[in-house]
């Protein structure tokens, strides 16, 4: 069964860059036609996806976020990690990781990463 972790610090400070990496397992982020993204959930909200690895090689952002995110990943180490600079207290939520999918299923996230929570301090 597919699973995934997210780790990385649990707090931040304003202005600091938010780093998490997550860490795939039984599965490969080179698998044809996958996505693995980040999606975060502040708290009261609704889920907010941020951006994505394609399998090839490719990145994808959510335009309100692009300017500040950087997705990139380690295919020897079957990672993929989520920066985002300049975070603000409005940025705390709950970090998530999945996996998505192309054609017919893209929009479909499964599995999902338990979720790390990132706080950012004032």
């Known amino acids: 069964q597919v699973q995934l972790q997210e780790s990385g610090p649990g707090l931040v400070k304003s202005s600091q860059t938010l780093s998490l990496t997550c860490t795939v397992s039984?599965?490969?982020?080179?698998?044809?036609?996958?996505?693995w993204s980040w999606i975060r959930q502040p708290p009261g909200k609704a889920p907010e996806w941020i951006g994505a690895?394609?399998?090839?090689?490719?990145?994808y952002y959510n335009p309100s976020l692009q300017s500040r995110t950087s997705i990139s990943r380690d295919t020897s180490k079957n990672q993929f990690s989520l920066q985002l600079s300049a975070v603000t207290p409005e940025d705390t939520a709950i970090y998530y990781c999945?996996?998505?999918?192309?054609?017919?299923?893209?929009?479909?996230?499964?599995?999902w990463g338990q979720g790390a929570q990132v706080t950012v301090s004032a």
């Open positions: 039984r599965d490969s982020i080179t698998t044809t036609n996958s996505y």
């Open positions: 999945a996996r998505g999918y192309s054609g017919d299923l893209l929009g479909f996230f499964a599995p």
């Open positions: 690895s394609h399998y090839a090689g490719n990145y």
